[in-house]
């Protein structure tokens, strides 16, 4: 869904009034995507610690209480009152549970994950409504000329490559500024991806319980090439039906009441039914096979 979404704003920006325009807006926010992840996190991280310390200083300075209630004349009951200091021993107070490393790693490889994926997924995009310009209506609406999409769509196809080079940069700065180690995480997935007993990664039903439950099938599938293959999968599919959709708002067609919507209805169900099957025997027949499953098979 993030995928989806990222690809979409992308697609917006192809309204900006000319090339310049658009290039202009695209590394705007590419700047205001790289201070995210290497300031706008660290100054939240910041603030909030120096509240919590702020809180604990002035709770357990005793002398500033006292002063207090010296100057609201707390004493007696009718306003504040003092309570002894706790005893060593007792309980502390909880303190919030931060992630554990694994889990900030996953996390920043997850963003960098739906960025690339939706990096690579905008020219296909551009590519459709280049095809579908009649029916969709999104380049007239947008006022932006058939040339321009070819521009638009070279772009994307020439930015793809550097958008995965900046998001390697990022995992290394990140992991250098925040000591996230994300090249170690990797590292660790490559090994399990390599020395993995099934040809598809959730036919092992053993998840690591040690990591938040969120996170448990992200780490399950080692951010392997089956990971990319069910973000595409999934993030392509939005896509159509939010570029059929399109289709139907712009030509002011009603589906329900087309003769034939029963019979497309069954094509796409028949249709979805064959793809299927033919990606599960290509991934259980095809590829992705382990280096050795002799004594699993």
């Not at 992308?10 to 325009?21: I, P, Q």
């Not at 005893?87 to 502390?92: K, Q, R, S, V, Y």
């Not at 694994?102 to 920043?108: Q, S, Y």
């Not at 960098?112 to 029916?135: D, K, N, R, W, Y």
Request: glycine share 6%.
């Amino acid at each position: 869904l993030v995928t989806a979404c990222s690809v979409v704003l992308f697609v917006g920006t192809l309204g900006a009034t000319d090339f310049t325009d658009f290039c202009e807006g695209f590394f705007i926010e590419l700047l205001i995507g790289i201070a995210e992840r290497l300031v706008v996190a660290s100054v939240v991280e910041w603030t909030r610690k120096g509240i919590k310390q702020a809180m604990k200083w002035v709770r357990s300075r005793s002398w500033f209480w006292r002063a207090v209630l010296n100057l609201t004349f707390g004493y007696g009951g009718r306003g504040l009152s003092m309570t002894e200091p706790e005893a060593e021993g007792e309980e502390e107070e909880e303190e919030e549970v931060e992630g554990t490393p694994i889990e900030e790693a996953m996390e920043e490889i997850l963003g960098c994950g739906t960025t690339c994926m939706s990096t690579i997924l905008s020219p296909f995009l551009i590519l459709l409504i280049m095809v579908f310009g009649a029916e969709s209506q999104i380049a007239v609406k947008y006022g932006i000329r058939e040339n321009d999409l070819v521009i638009y769509l070279l772009f994307g196809i020439v930015m793809a490559p550097f958008q995965v080079l900046m998001d390697i940069l990022l995992n290394h700065a990140g992991e250098v500024k925040q000591g996230v180690r994300i090249y170690d995480y990797m590292l660790y997935a490559k090994y399990r991806w390599e020395n993995r007993m099934t040809r598809w990664l959730f036919d092992d039903p053993r998840m690591d319980e040690s990591i938040a439950e969120p996170l448990q099938s992200v780490n399950h599938l080692c951010f392997s090439p089956q990971f990319y293959f069910i973000e595409t999968y999934y993030s392509w599919g939005i896509l159509l039906c939010l570029m059929a959709v399109t289709i139907l708002v712009n030509s002011d067609l009603n589906p329900f009441a087309d003769p034939a919507f029963a019979f497309f209805i069954l094509q796409m169900l028949l249709i979805n039914r064959v793809m299927d099957e033919s990606i599960k025997f290509v991934v259980f027949h095809v590829i992705w096979k382990p280096k050795n499953t002799s004594q699993f098979w």
